[in-house]
T-cell receptor
Framework: EPEVTQTPSHQVTQMGQEVILRCVPI?????FYWYRQILGQKVEFLVS????????KSEIFDDQFSVERPDGSNFTLKIRSTKLEDSAMYFC??????????FGPGTRLTVT | AQRVTQPEKLLSVFKGAPVELKCNYS??????LFWYVQYSRQRLQLLLR??SRESIKGFTADLNKGETSFHLKKPFAQEEDSAMYYC???????????FGTGTQLKVEL
């Protein structure tokens, strides 16, 4: 069964550095999403992406964040200048239509 | 603004006992609700969708618009049901899932 994959599984970075989190959505899916989960808190929506455009974004998704689909398979989340509070588990998801979202295993981002 | 509430952080039951994981929502539009499950060290997996009205792994959930609830139930808990369960509400024209804080279900022998 096809699955969403994410790399790396764990990323450690220093405050102020740029990070790029990578996702490979399920191949026939057209809608892509990023969520994050700070330790001990709930899963929070960051952004949705369709047809090479952001469809919706949360207030968390400020100018420090950007998303891109650089080729036909990858979907990336970039954090320009990381802060300590960006430390979280980041989940990518994809869906064929705007209903059932399938999640990747997550990337644990640790900002020191 | 939309909100999903799962009042229990931890629910502990014995094997064979009935299970009910509570979920309440607040949303002005027509709700579309899901249950996701996360087994230890695994990804979030879709368990149930209210529209499909199906039973998966013995779990069912009924949308009650009057009580704004979407509780997850199973008549007889199994050890393999131990996991984290998240209730989620789809909004934003289908672009955004709003999650509850999750309930850790522990099934004891």
């Amino acid at each position: 069964e096809p699955e969403v994959t994410q790399t790396p599984s764990h990323q450690v970075t220093q405050m102020g550095q740029e990070v790029i989190l990578r996702c490979v959505p399920i191949s026939n899916h057209l809608y892509f999403y990023w969520y994050r989960q700070i330790l001990g808190q709930k899963v929070e929506f960051l952004v949705s992406f369709y047809n090479n455009e952001i469809s919706e974004k949360s207030e968390i998704f400020d100018d420090q964040f950007s998303v891109e689909r650089p080729d036909g398979s990858n979907f990336t989340l970039k954090i320009r200048s990381t802060k300590l509070e960006d430390s979280a588990m980041y989940f990518c998801a994809s869906s064929e239509r705007t209903v059932e979202q399938y999640f990747g295993p997550g990337t644990r981002l640790t900002v020191t | 603004a939309q909100r999903v509430t799962q009042p229990e952080k931890l629910l502990s039951v014995f094997k064979g006992a009935p299970v009910e994981l509570k979920c309440n929502y607040s949303y002005s539009g027509s709700p579309e609700l899901f249950w996701y499950v996360q087994y230890s060290r695994q990804r979030l997996q879709l368990l149930l969708r209210h529209i499909s009205r199906e039973s998966i792994k013995g779990f069912t959930a009924d949308l009650n618009k009057g009580e704004t609830s979407f509780h997850l139930k199973k008549p007889f808990a199994q050890e393999e049901d131990s996991a984290m369960y998240y209730c989620a509400l789809l909004t934003g024209g289908g672009n955004k899932l709003t999650f509850g804080t999750g309930t850790q279900l522990k099934v004891e022998l």
